[in-house]
C-alpha cells in the first residue's frame, strides 16, 4: 500500500504547509513529448488520463513515530460524478464530438516544413464537447467530497518523510487511474528526548551529592523506566548507553540505542547548616572555600604571561 520516500526522495520542493493537487510527472513528460513527436496517436483528448496527486501534511507525537500508529485523515478531493458516471453529460444524453478537430482533441498548425500538433480551441483538447450538461456537477464530470481514509504510519518513520498511498488522489479522466496521496510526516518535539536516525538521547539531572557518593537512578525510555548505577565521583557529561532501546529501523531490520548523559546540578539555595557541613567538607579535603584547581591556575598564568 505504501511507498517510502526520504527527506529528499520524492523532489526538491521541500516542505508545504497545506493540501496539494498536483499533476504527475508521467502526464507532464507524455504530453510534451506527444506534441514534440506531432499527434497523440489519433485519439487525443479521448484517451484516459490519470488523475492528479494529492498532498497532505499530518502531525503525529514522538512515540508515534517510533511505534507507528493508524491515523484517520479527512481528504478533499474531485471524484467522478456518480449521475453522470463522469462524463459530463446529462443522463440519457452524450457528449459530442468535435467537429473542428473531429475527435482527435488537436489541431495541426503548420509552420514552414513543420506540422505542430496543438490543443482544439473549440473542445479545450477534449475531442468533444457536453451539449446538454449534468446538473450534478454541470458538465465538468467530477464532483468535489471530502473522505475519510485510514493511513497506516509504520513504526521508525522520522521528521519530514512522505508515505504514498497509492490510488488516494483525485479520480481520472475518460477511465484513466486515480492519483496517488502523498503524505507528509511532521514529528513533534519531545519533552525529554531527541534523536538522530534510530538512536535517541536525553539528559537526567542528579545532585552532586548523588554524583559524589554514587547512587541509582531510573532514567525514562520510550519503553518505560530503566535502573541505572552511576559510580562515585561521575562528572556531568557522563554518558550511559542502554542498547536496543532507541527506535526501529524503518525497514524493520534492527533498532537503535539510547544514550542518557548526567548533568550535575549545584544546588543555588542552601541553609546556614548545609553551608556549615560543606565548609567541613572542604577543610576535611584541604580545599580553600573558593578555590581554582592548581593545574588550571597554572595554565592561566602561562596563557596571560605570553
Not at 485523515?73 to 468535435?98: F, H, M, N, W, Y
Not at 552511576?230 to 548507553?241: D, E, L, M, V
Amino acid at each position: 500500500l505504501y511507498d517510502q520516500y526520504g527527506h529528499e526522495g520524492l523532489s526538491s520542493r521541500g516542505g508545504f504547509s497545506g493540501f496539494q493537487s498536483t499533476a504527475g510527472f508521467g502526464d507532464i513528460f507524455e504530453d510534451i513529448f506527444e506534441d514534440f513527436f506531432g499527434g497523440r496517436g489519433g485519439r487525443g483528448g479521448q484517451r484516459p488520463k490519470r488523475g492528479n496527486d494529492l498532498e497532505i501534511p499530518i502531525e503525529i507525537s514522538f512515540e508515534e513515530a517510533a511505534f507507528g500508529v493508524k491515523k484517520t485523515l479527512e481528504i478533499p478531493r474531485d471524484e467522478s460524478c456518480v449521475a453522470c458516471k463522469g462524463d459530463g453529460a446529462k443522463p440519457g444524453t452524450t457528449r459530442q464530438t468535435c467537429p473542428t478537430c473531429h475527435g482527435s482533441g488537436e489541431v495541426l498548425a503548420s509552420s514552414g516544413f513543420f506540422s505542430i500538433s496543438r490543443p482544439c480551441n473549440h473542445c479545450h483538447g477534449q475531442g468533444s464537447f457536453v451539449e446538454h450538461p449534468c446538473h450534478d456537477c454541470r458538465g465538468t464530470g467530477r464532483i468535489s467530497v471530502k473522505r475519510k481514509i485510514e493511513a497506516e504510519i509504520p513504526p521508525g518513520v522520522d521528521h519530514g518523510l512522505r508515505l504514498r498511498i497509492s490510488g488516494e488522489g483525485e479520480a481520472g479522466s475518460r477511465g484513466g487511474p486515480r492519483g496517488d496521496l502523498f503524505v507528509e510526516l511532521h514529528v513533534k518535539p519531545h519533552e525529554f528526548f531527541a534523536r538522530a536516525g534510530r538512536d535517541i538521547y536525553c539528559e537526567v539531572p542528579i545532585s552532586f551529592v548523588q554524583a559524589a557518593l554514587g547512587c541509582e537512578i531510573q532514567a525514562p525510555t520510550l519503553a518505560g523506566a530503566v535502573e541505572i548505577k552511576i559510580p562515585a565521583g561521575s562528572q556531568t557529561g557522563k554518558i550511559f548507553r542502554l542498547k536496543g532501546k532507541g527506535i526501529v529501523s524503518l525497514n524493520g531490520q534492527g533498532i537503535g540505542d539510547e544514550e542518557v548523559k548526567i548533568v550535575v546540578e549545584t544546588p543555588t539555595h542552601l541553609s546556614e547548616a548545609q553551608k556549615e557541613i560543606l565548609k567541613q567538607f572542604a577543610e576535611l579535603s584541604g580545599e580553600k572555600v573558593n578555590p581554582l584547581s592548581s593545574s588550571f591556575v597554572q595554565k592561566a598564568k602561562r596563557l596571560f604571561s605570553k
